[in-house]
Nanobody, 124 residues
Framework: QVQLVESGGGLVQAGGSLRLSCAAA????????MGWFRQAPGKEREFVAG????????LYADSVKGRFTISRDNAKSTMYLQMNSLKPEDTADYYC?????????????????WGQGTQVTVSS
């Protein structure tokens, strides 16, 4: 089992920045592809970004390309999501997820482990 805990959410004005963290405990974090998803009120959970264990492969949703950056520090068993130029439409609960393979996935059902989420609110 892998336990994932997100942190770093909060309230920020449009145009501002936040950095989310996802700390992992349990089985070998470094062998897993990881991802960030988000879910706005009344909407489906959607893919935001994903990263392979080495960090050599990253994928982004079109809506966040050029504004968000995913990274990981395997020595610290932690993944990050740097969010810049935030928009009100980025408001959502953000979840980190782990996959028992090194292939980065973009679908919710491709991930095996989930955190509890951290709330991000962007005011206009």
């Amino acid at each position: 089992q892998v336990q994932l805990v997100e942190s770093g959410g909060g309230l920020v004005q449009a145009g501002g920045s936040l950095r989310l963290s996802c700390a992992a405990a349990g089985r070998t974090f470094a062998r897993y592809a990881m991802g960030w998803f988000r879910q706005a009120p009344g909407k489906e959970r959607e893919f935001v970004a994903g990263i392979s264990w080495s960090g050599g492969t990253t994928l982004y949703a079109d809506s966040v390309k050029g504004r968000f950056t995913i990274s990981r520090d395997n020595a610290k068993s932690t993944m990050y999501l740097q969010m810049n130029s935030l928009k009100p439409e980025d408001t959502a609960d953000y979840y980190c997820a782990g996959r028992r393979t090194d292939i980065v996935g973009i679908r919710r059902d491709e991930y095996d482990y989930w955190g509890q989420g951290t709330q991000v609110t962007v005011s206009s």
